[in-house]
């Protein structure tokens, strides 16, 4: 089984409660989603995979894509798993290579909490193929007003019931069109799985068209979440704020 990787490289998550945690970062192409304010570039298949030789420094080999499941986890050894809070599985949308996923993840191993699973928690079938052999799943909420895409709750809600077996948290971007009944509805589907996962509210950086939150809304956005889940966080994208990635 052989993958389309974008690159690997070593860093820092930057986004969710594991800021600041160091992982490796496989980053998988291709998602079944468009949002507006979306970071990753859409398109074909990248020709060639980008491998990070020094961690922050950039200076990237190139592997030809596809790459098989046995030189992607050689690849990520090579940063010493053992000085990594975890192997993060990103994208895109990595839930689209389920099958790639399945022979890779049993092969990652040394990182001291496992596999990291970053998803925008719509592919709940894919994610009940693989979810005994990740350890965390970091999902989206994509709010309407933002992602510029219709309503996804309820497949939001079948992820999150096959991802709460595990150590899972829930993010959604809010932007300056962000609706008090969003955040409303997306914290009352988290409770009816499991009342103490937590919810990030993380606000979004321009782009596309789409303009920032004042920081006094999002104070609202989070005291409103409040009122239904125990542990709701507001947390940038600290990655972009150290300029890495």
């Known amino acids: 089984m052989a993958g ?8 820092v ?8 945690c160091r992982q490796v970062f496989i980053r998988l192409s291709g998602c079944n989603l468009h949002c507006v304010f979306c970071d990753t570039l859409a398109g074909a298949e990248p020709n060639f995979c980008r491998i990070e030789q020094h961690p922050g420094k950039r200076d990237y080999k190139q592997a030809l894509n596809p ?6 986890a050689a690849a990520a050894a090579d940063f010493n798993l053992s000085r990594h809070h975890s192997v993060s599985l990103t ?43 990740i350890d965390i799943v970091g999902m989206d909420f994509k709010l309407p007003s933002i992602s510029g895409l219709p309503p996804l709750w309820e497949e939001h809600q079948q992820f999150l019931k096959i991802a709460g077996q595990k150590d899972v948290f829930v993010k959604v971007v ?3 069109n962000t609706l008090a009944t969003e955040i409303e509805t997306a914290a009352s589907l988290i409770k009816e799985i ?27 956005l ?6 239904i889940l125990a542990d709701v966080r507001v947390i940038p994208q600290t990655h972009k704020i150290m300029g890495q990635l």
Do not use: W
Request: charged residues 15%; contains cysteine.
């Open 67 to 72: 790459l098989t499941a046995a030189e992607v």
């Open 13 to 20: 998550q930057g986004e969710g409660p594991l800021v600041g």
């Open 174 to 176: 809010a932007g300056a």
């Open 222 to 227: 989070q005291s409103l979440a409040l009122n």
């Open 4 to 11: 389309s990787v974008i690159e690997i490289f070593s860093s």
């Open 91 to 133: 994208g895109g949308e990595p839930l689209l290579h389920c099958n790639f996923i399945k022979e890779l993840a049993p092969l990652l191993q040394g990182s001291r909490h496992g596999i990291y699973l970053e998803t925008n928690g719509t592919l709940a079938a894919e994610l009940a193929g693989v979810i005994d052999l």
């Open 194 to 220: 499991d009342a103490g996962i937590t919810m990030v509210i993380q606000p979004v950086s321009p782009a596309g068209g789409v303009r920032g939150v004042a920081p006094g809304r999002l104070l609202e």
